[in-house]
């Protein structure tokens, strides 16, 4: 048998395999976090969230709230090449990358420590 007969067999098998994976094992409960940014995410997520002073004052001023917050930890991006700063009372500082109700785009800054995860500031793009 010619190879791209073989190579046309292999692929068609393995679509079919692929679907059945797919179709069998969707709704498990299970989810793929493997990936640099969503562990980092995650293990910010599973943390008790503390609000510094000076994101307080930006919930105040109305262009942001919590919910943006709790979205950006969930579907943001983390820069790294700007985080994972040592922080002066313990844990790292990460810079996640998101976007508000109004799809503008924010910041967040958090710092991820041992049992807690404290919000430091958010800002504009």
């Known amino acids: 048998m010619k190879f791209k007969f073989r190579l046309a067999y292999f692929l068609f098998g393995l679509m079919i395999g692929t679907f ?3 179709f069998i094992f969707q709704n498990r409960g299970q989810n793929f976090c493997y990936l640099p940014n969503c562990r980092v995410l995650k293990d910010i997520r599973s943390k008790k969230l503390l609000i510094s002073e000076e994101a307080k004052n930006t ?6 709230n919590q919910k943006d917050v709790e979205n ?3 579907y943001g991006d983390v820069d790294f090449s700007k985080s994972k700063i040592p ?3 313990g844990g790292k500082i990460y810079i996640i990358e998101g976007r508000n109700t109004k799809n503008e785009p924010i910041t967040i800054e958090i710092v991820n ?3 807690k995860a404290l919000l430091l500031s958010i800002k504009k793009q």
């Not at 919930?59 to 942001?64: A, E, L, S």
């Open 59 to 64: 919930f105040r001023m109305g262009w942001v």
């Open 72 to 74: 950006t930890l969930t």
């Open 113 to 115: 420590g041992g049992s």
């Open 87 to 89: 922080y002066k009372e």
């Open 20 to 22: 059945f994976v797919l």
